[in-house]
Structures are given as C-alpha cells and as structure tokens.
C-alpha cells in the first residue's frame, strides 16, 4: 500500500477500536493461557487431539500478542512506533498467527478424518515420535508469512513522519496480495476441512447404518464395504471430538469470513466505504476466534465453569473426564506417543 499523505483519523472511531481490541486481547490472553497451562499440566496424559488444542492455543496466543496487541498500540499511538526491523517483524508475525491458526484446525480435521475414516493408518503411526501434522502447520505458517518481510517497512507518509505501511505494485499489486492471501489463508483450508468433514458424516453415517441392521437382525452381518468396515467401531468419544472440531470450524468461518469479504471489497471496489464503523469493526471481529477456541474446546469438556475456576490449580484428572482419549505426551513442536484407550 503506498501511502502519499497524512490522513487524519476518526477520533471516535478509533476509541471504538481501542475498546474492542482490549477486550479481544485481554481474554484471548487469559483464556488461551489458562487452556495451556491446563493442558501442560496434563501433559503426561495429553492424547493427540490435545495435542492439537495445546498448538491451537500457541497459535491464537500469537494472534493476540502480535496481531491483536500491536494493533492496540498502533490505535491509541497513532503511529507504529519502533525501528524499521520491528515493524517488518511484527508484520510477519501477524500472518504467522493467522497462518498457525487456520492450519492448525486443518490439520486437527485431517487427523480427524483419518481416526474416522482410515483407522488403520492413524493405528500404525500413533507411536510416532514427531506429530506430523502440527509441524506441516507450523512449517506452512513461517514459510508463508515471508513476503511480510519485504512487503512491509517504516515509509515517510508526511515530512518527519513515518509509519508501518506496505509498498506494492501499482495498479495490480495490493489486489494480488489480498486475493492470494484470502486464497491460501481461507479459502483452499476452508475446502480442505468441509471436503473432510463431509467424507467424515457419510463415514458415521455408514457406521450407524450397519449398527441398525446389527441390532435389527440380532446378528452380525458382513459390512457393505472396506470403507464400512473401517468406521464400524466409532466410539461415543471419538465422535465427540469430530463434532468438537465441527463447531471449531463453524466458528472459524463465522469470525474470518467478514474480514476477507470486507479485505477483497476495499481492494476491488474504489468506491468501498473503508472508512465507516462497521467496515472498521467487521475486520476487527476476526480475532474473536482466538477467545472462542478456547471456550469450546472447555465446553466439550463438559466441565467449562469448573475448569474455568481451576485453571491454575487443577488436582488430580478426573478418571471420569468426559473426553477419553489416548494417553501421550505434547511438547510445543511434538508428541511422544505411550499409551492407548478408547478415545483418539
């Protein structure tokens, strides 16, 4: 974005934004946190699927500390205030959070998917040291968010005066990055994850098919397929964790999909009202999704107001926790795989 003048902002505006970020930032913090530090507390027994809400929560924790907090301290400054290598990393950092954010719930319905539809698979690598699909995810995330660093630097918008703003290609630039960007940060994972949750329902829905007729005949009968074969012990708990990853995702669409509307309208459109409140507002409820994440992974827990109040002095685990899965061990880049129990 070349930016060739000192535009004076909307005061009120601006206090509008200033509230919402604090909020956004405050409770994404304390939740995100609470959840890690819930989770590392348990980490002996963390099962895959924690795995991947232990790395969902790193992820959103960079969402508000580099993208949710800078831009809190841009509005009330003004002015990105720091050197030049700060603001280009901090730029980075922004998409990184929301490359880790997205991918991480790619990879979580993946992984999904495989326990639903290709046990077999997910069986004969569960002693795997390394979790693959995190480190894709992280790996994705670093890789992507490079063009920040030569895309972004500190840019004299008036005499003496310098801001954090990008440089690109005039006329077509800025439409080519918001549009490769909506492309491979939302669009390509959103079809990713409704490909695999659709393969995942018509997977179940063979399982209680043949369940019925089980019951109905009052013996077993030969399975209609390898594919029906392969889901027709889905446990309660592992369906538990795919309807988890379903609302996951529902919230994920419902946060980021006005963002990028409102991004790929104030780029194609000359005449978008970039200005206006709820233009303004619509891209900032995209961070709402690093304070929900949290919450629903408590909720189908089914203890959200106990764990909320013992987040730092949590006893002993529950042997009757209502999500049972394997037990492994997490780290922040992988799990070492112990032991196993009915839930994946």
């Not at 940060?185 to 659709?198: D, G, K, L, S």
Request: glycine letters at 4%; one cysteine or more.
């Amino acid at each position: 974005m070349e930016v060739t003048g000192d535009q004076p902002r909307d005061e009120n505006l601006a206090k509008i934004e200033i509230a919402l970020l604090s909020v956004i930032f405050v409770s994404a913090t304390i939740l995100n946190t609470g959840l890690m530090l819930m989770l590392w507390k348990r980490r002996k027994q963390v099962s895959r699927m924690r795995a991947f809400v232990f790395h969902l929560c790193v992820a959103d924790l960079v969402v508000a500390f580099f993208q949710v907090c800078p831009q809190l301290i841009w509005d009330i400054t003004d002015r990105f205030i720091g050197p030049d290598v700060v603001c280009r990393l901090v730029k980075y950092l922004q998409v990184v959070g929301m490359f880790a954010s997205t991918y991480m719930i790619v990879a979580m319905t993946i992984d999904r998917y495989q326990a639903i539809c290709n046990p077999m698979v997910t069986f004969q690598r569960r002693r795997a040291r390394w979790n693959i699909p995190v480190c894709v995810a992280w790996v994705i995330s670093l890789i992507g968010s490079l063009p920040q660093l030569f895309i972004f630097s500190m840019v004299q918008v008036a005499p003496g005066v310098f801001d954090c703003w990008a440089d690109f290609i005039q006329p077509w630039g800025l439409q080519t990055y918001v549009t490769w960007t909506t492309l491979v940060i939302f669009i390509v994972p959103i079809f990713t994850v409704v490909v695999c949750q659709a393969r995942i329902c018509r997977a179940v829905q063979i399982n209680l098919y043949i369940k019925t007729h089980q019951e109905e005949k009052g013996a077993v009968v030969q399975p209609l397929s390898s594919g029906a074969s392969s889901v027709a012990g889905v446990s309660k708990a592992r369906i538990k964790t795919v309807k988890m990853t379903v609302v996951i995702v529902l919230t994920y669409i419902i946060c980021w999909t006005p963002f990028f509307i409102v991004q790929l309208w104030s780029v194609w459109d000359q005449n978008a009202p970039t200005e206006t409140s709820t233009f303004t507002i619509l891209m900032l409820l995209a961070s709402l999704n690093s304070c929900a994440n949290p919450c629903i992974y408590l909720l189908f827990s089914g203890q959200l107001p106990k764990r909320l109040t013992t987040l730092l002095c949590r006893g002993p685990s529950d042997p009757k926790d209502s999500l049972h899965e394997e037990a492994t061990t997490v780290s922040s880049l992988y799990v070492s795989f112990k032991s196993l129990s009915d839930f994946k």
